[in-house]
């Protein structure tokens, strides 16, 4: 699950929930749906004959630069219901309008932490979500889903340290070795999938792991650099040394998937049963999602605003700054979280890599009562079908 993986760091605690009606962006909502399919028939791409009128997405968390991709297709005079967390306007190519409607709908608080993939079966008005491997393998015989683009090639999922108490540790295995000896841990959300990988492994020693995480930076900061903690490679190491003036300094980190658990975060996802029904939609969606990939990571700036107007609007105490979000791209690109792979195009996912997520979780969740799929082999959770081989960064 996301969620608990996700940090929400705010200036102070007890922040209010609040809510706001339905709202529109300051240069107003005036394109109507027949406007835009009169304009995508004009010479855009026209995607009213093959997709729903409103292609409806369902994310795992507040809106941040790791959705940039999805926020590109948003086009300018969009609405936003602050009540909902959901933002909706043109679906654009290239900044034309394809004739439907994209709605993207924030996750996280904003449905009660429920998992992408299971607020899928519970809204059958939701196209495709927001499902990373682990979820797909874990949900796979209650709510499967079939992955139909990865918009990034690597989690961004990592373990941070101070690099001034720890100066030889270049990894997380290095890392669990140093805290045994200095009796620090590795603070975390109880529950994440990818730590009972580094326990089960050998990687870390359970010893070494504290599932009391809250997602506040107060205990690594008290602290003082002897522990460590779980965050993302694209938000933490900024946020910790530009907007958490208590500690003020840089981090090292290593990410989850250099480990050797090479999960696809957030992958673009159908109800696998609803795969055919809209694959005529998806052979042209698939590509427009490839391109709003390449562009926003090339030039962001202007998905960055949306971004930041909605988490403004939205106002349910996720804090994000202009400063991280630029960050988080810097990151995607000097990391290789968003890249081709091993090709020469983006989003296609590897059966190996998918394969090794089902062999590494199926016992895990088996043991915790909560058997995947019996039989199930990485082809059943993504399809590279739809995907065009021309586009890439």
Not at 197 to 213: N, P, W
Request: hydrophobic residues 40%.
């Amino acid at each position: 699950m996301r969620t608990p993986n996700r940090t929400v760091v705010a200036a102070a605690a007890g922040i209010a929930l609040t809510a706001f009606g339905l709202t529109a962006c300051a240069d107003g909502s005036g394109d109507t749906d027949a406007v835009a399919a009169a304009t995508a028939a004009a010479g855009s791409l026209d995607l009213s004959d093959v997709c729903p009128a409103t292609v409806v997405v369902q994310t795992d968390w507040n809106p941040e630069a790791d959705h940039g991709h999805l926020y590109e297709l948003v086009g300018p005079g969009y609405t936003v219901d602050a009540n909902q967390k959901t933002v909706k306007g043109d679906l654009v190519a290239g900044g034309k309008p394809t004739g439907v409607k994209i709605e993207v709908r924030a996750g996280g608080p904003a449905i009660g932490f429920t998992q992408a993939s299971a607020q899928m079966y519970t809204d059958k008005d939701i196209t495709l979500g927001y499902v990373s491997t682990d979820e797909a393998v874990q949900l796979s015989d209650k709510f499967p889903t079939t992955a139909v683009f990865a918009e990034n090639d690597k989690s961004p999922m990592m373990i941070m340290w101070d690099p001034a108490t720890y100066p030889d540790v270049t990894d997380i295995k290095g890392l669990g070795t140093a805290l045994k000896d200095s009796g620090g841990v590795i603070r975390y959300f109880n529950g994440a999938a990818y730590m009972s990988y580094l326990i089960g492994s050998g990687i870390l020693d359970e010893s070494v792991t504290d599932g009391s995480y809250d997602g506040t930076p107060a205990n690594f900061v008290a602290a003082g650099g002897k522990d460590a903690q779980q965050g993302f490679a694209t938000a933490e190491p900024y946020i910790y040394e530009k907007e958490v003036p208590a500690w003020g300094k840089p981090v090292k980190l290593e990410t989850i998937h250099d480990t050797g658990f090479p999960l696809y975060p957030e992958a673009m996802s159908v109800r696998s049963a609803d795969l055919a029904s809209l694959t005529p939609c998806l052979k042209k969606l698939v590509p427009v999602m490839q391109q709003a990939d390449v562009d926003y990571i090339t030039d962001p700036a202007t998905t960055n605003a949306l971004i930041l107007d909605l988490v403004k609007q939205y106002n349910n105490g996720w804090v994000y700054s202009q400063g991280v979000a630029d960050f988080a791209v810097t990151q995607m690109k000097d990391l290789d979280i968003a890249s081709n792979g091993d090709n020469a195009y983006v989003g296609d996912m590897d059966e190996a890599r998918v394969q090794k997520i089902i062999d590494t979780m199926t016992p895990i969740y088996t043991e915790a009562g909560a058997p995947p799929k019996s039989g199930l082999v990485a082809t059943d959770l993504f399809t590279n079908e739809f995907l065009d081989q021309s586009i890439g960064f």
